[in-house]
Structure formats: structure tokens, C-alpha cells
């Protein structure tokens, strides 16, 4: 296997882009990551998607966006995981370049989420559950999240406003990055007073339906050395997937990622480092019984003290586990397809120092991780800068 590293990226600001279509959104984040890693072709392209043919009426996105971008005839294609979709598609190309396949690959993510009204998006999103056993029962994601953080207040006597420690921090860090959706700090009084939607899930526990896309330029050692743009390189040392059930009520533990917990234990292994080493972790924060539980089952806390390690303010850019660090998926926004490139893309801006007011002080390994549905397919990666 062959090193892999991070010589551009490129992405678009967060939001409702109701002005831009599916494909320029793409447009908008590859060609300033093929300008950032001084290309003008590559050899593939991979699309990271879960929703453009349900809500945008299109498939077919490799070929689609390789031609709109001035790439037409490369390999290219989409590759879907659900909300996991974007880290899904960097696998894709971190293999194709550590094989040997391909030297210079683009991982791009999009989605576009705000042209549908609520009741079609939230069914869409269902997909990623179990059909016959979750979503035909009528159980939303959001439905789905609030059954696990009711148990996991019941099972570690945690109250509701605990949870509002994640929420004030995404949105504190959101506010130092111009590209977040929701740049605004809150309080954890305005927690307790936002609006429920699935109790004990409200509205700032929740991250926002909104459109994005990130983009990757991923190349062999080789041509990252030949790049002189003055920065950090930045190396994809881990990578590593695992599965679980779609539906919740299959799995030997509903409180317990148990694919968080064998793809982050791959991915210590082969990029040789172990948890006291990473400087921050870019986590799937959908909703926030979400982080407690990735905090738990990656080794950062013990089960049942992830919420604890945010009350006590550990989760912070100065703290001893630094999330979230540009807003997260809860105020940067989470454009589900595209946000695990967007993890990424922010986790290498802080490996080279350029996190501007959210930077993470001495950074040299990151760690990210993105979630398909409920955990059943969990991605992670680990970053170092060189």
C-alpha cells in the first residue's frame, strides 16, 4: 500500500442554495480543489451521495459531474452509504491511490436537500433505516435518536439539559467559520427553551437539512512533494469501515456504536497510533446523543460519561478531546452526503494550521468519523500532518 495524501480542497458555504443546482453546487468545490492542488486532470472522480435521486430526480452523478467540471471521460462514479456517503467515497479513492490504481483521484461530496418540503425530505432520510422493520412503522431518524437518548438518560441518569453542552459548543466553534451554516453562539438556556420535535430530541440537538459540497484532492507521495504550495502535507494514515444492523432493536446493545468501535480500532492499528494521540476528532455529531455515544464507543470516554466529558468541558478547542471544531454537523450544517468529506477538508485545515479562530493548538493527528444511518455503517479515518 502506498502513502496517500491531501493536496487540495475546496468547498462551499453551507445553507439553502436554492439558487444552484446539484451539479454547480460539485462545480463550486472541485475546481477550487483541483486550483488548490495545481491540476488540470485526474484520473478519477467519486461522488459521495445519498439523496440526489430522490429529491433531485438524478442519478448517474460520476458522469454527470466529471462533464460538468471539464473532466469527461475519466472514471467516474457515485458511491452511497447513507449518511456515511461522503467518507464512503474518500475510501474509495484513498484504495484506488494506496493501490497503485490511480495517482491523482478527486473525492467530491454534494447534496442538495432544501428543494423538497420537510415531510419528503424526512422521507427520504428514512431510507437509510430498515424499511420493513423502522421506516414502515412510520419511525423518523429524528424518531429513531430520540429513542436512544431517552434510554441512555434512563440507563446513566443523565437529564435532558446535559445534552445542551454539545450544542452551545458546535455552535460556539461555528462561529469562527465563515462557511457554517449556522455561525451563531447559543446558551444553554436557549437550549432548554427550544422547540421539541421527537422528545426528548428539540431543535438544538438536531443538525440542519441544508445543501453543500466538499471536495478532496487526494494523490500518491510522489506528486505531493512535486506540490509547492507552501503548506503542511497532510496524510491519510488510517481508513477503515465496518458495519451493524440497519434497525436498532437487531443490535446486541442499542446504546453501543459497535461499528465506531471495530472501524477506530483498524484505524489506530494501521496508522500505528493509539488514542492519547489524536488532537481532535471530527465526529458525526447528526444529533447529540450521537457524540456521546461515538465519544464512548471510539475509547474517549467510559460508557455513560460521554455527556459528562462535554459538561466538564472537555470537548472544547482547548479541551482534551476537541470535536466539532468548525461547528460540526449541528452548526456547520450536515448536507448528508457531503459532510464526511467536509470533516476531512476541516480536519486538514487544522493539521495545517490555517483553523484561523477555532484553531486546535499544536495539531498534528486528527481523527474523523462518519455515520450512515443509525450505525450501521460507521467510517473512519485518521489524518496526520507531516
Keep these: 500500500m502506498r502513502p496517500v495524501y491531501i493536496a487540495g480542497i475546496g468547498q462551499t458555504p453551507v445553507g439553502e442554495q436554492w439558487e444552484r443546482s446539484l451539479r454547480h453546487i460539485a462545480h463550486d468545490a472541485i475546481i477550487p480543489a483541483m486550483r488548490d492542488a495545481q491540476i488540470e486532470r485526474a484520473d478519477a472522480l467519486y461522488v459521495g451521495n445519498m439523496l440526489s435521486g430522490e429529491l433531485v430526480g438524478q442519478e448517474h452523478l460520476g458522469a454527470l459531474v ?6 469527461r471521460g475519466i472514471e467516474a462514479y457515485k458511491v452511497e452509504a447513507a449518511c456515511g456517503s461522503g467518507a464512503a467515497a474518500l475510501r474509495t479513492g484513498y484504495m484506488a491511490v494506496a493501490g497503485g490504481l490511480h495517482d491523482v483521484v ?12 420537510g415531510r419528503e425530505t424526512t422521507a427520504a432520510l428514512a431510507m437509510a433505516a430498515d424499511q420493513e422493520y423502522e421506516a414502515a412503522e412510520g419511525v423518523s431518524f429524528v424518531a429513531l435518536n430520540a429513542l436512544l437518548m431517552r434510554r441512555y438518560m434512563y440507563e446513566y441518569d443523565i437529564p435532558h439539559g446535559a445534552f445542551g453542552y454539545f450544542a452551545v459548543n458546535a455552535h460556539h466553534n461555528a462561529a469562527g467559520n465563515p462557511n457554517a451554516m449556522f455561525p451563531n453562539s447559543i446558551t444553554l438556556e436557549s437550549y432548554r427553551k427550544a422547540t421539541m420535535i421527537a422528545d426528548p430530541i428539540n431543535l438544538l440537538d438536531s443538525s440542519p437539512i441544508c445543501d453543500g459540497a466538499a471536495a478532496l484532492v487526494l494523490v500518491s507521495e510522489d506528486y505531493a512533494r512535486s506540490v509547492g504550495n507552501g503548506r503542511r502535507p497532510v496524510r491519510i494514515a488510517g481508513s477503515a469501515v465496518a458495519t451493524d444492523s440497519l434497525a436498532i432493536h437487531d443490535r446486541r446493545d442499542p446504546l ?73 454537523l449541528k452548526a456547520r450544517g450536515h448536507p448528508v452526503g457531503a459532510t464526511g468529506v467536509y470533516q476531512v477538508l476541516e480536519a486538514t485545515l487544522q493539521l495545517q494550521g490555517l483553523a484561523g479562530p477555532n484553531q486546535v493548538e499544536n495539531a498534528s493527528i486528527a481523527m474523523t468519523q462518519n455515520i450512515g444511518g443509525s450505525g450501521a455503517t460507521i467510517l473512519t479515518h485518521i489524518l496526520v500532518g507531516e
Design 256 to 328: 453501543w456504536l459497535d461499528a465506531a468501535f471495530i472501524s477506530s480500532r483498524k484505524a489506530y492499528q494501521q496508522a500505528g497510533v493509539s488514542i492519547d494521540d489524536i488532537d481532535l476528532f471530527e465526529l458525526h455529531d447528526a444529533f447529540t446523543i450521537m457524540a456521546a455515544l461515538s465519544l464512548e464507543a471510539n475509547g474517549f470516554a467510559e460508557r455513560g460519561r460521554g455527556v459528562r466529558l462535554a459538561e466538564e468541558g472537555e470537548i472544547t478547542i482547548e479541551g482534551r478531546v476537541p470535536i466539532a471544531t468548525m461547528g460540526g
Design 66 to 71: 466529471a462533464d460538468f467540471v471539464g473532466l
Design 106 to 117: 478527486i473525492v467530491a461530496g454534494v447534496e442538495k436537500m432544501t428543494d423538497t418540503v
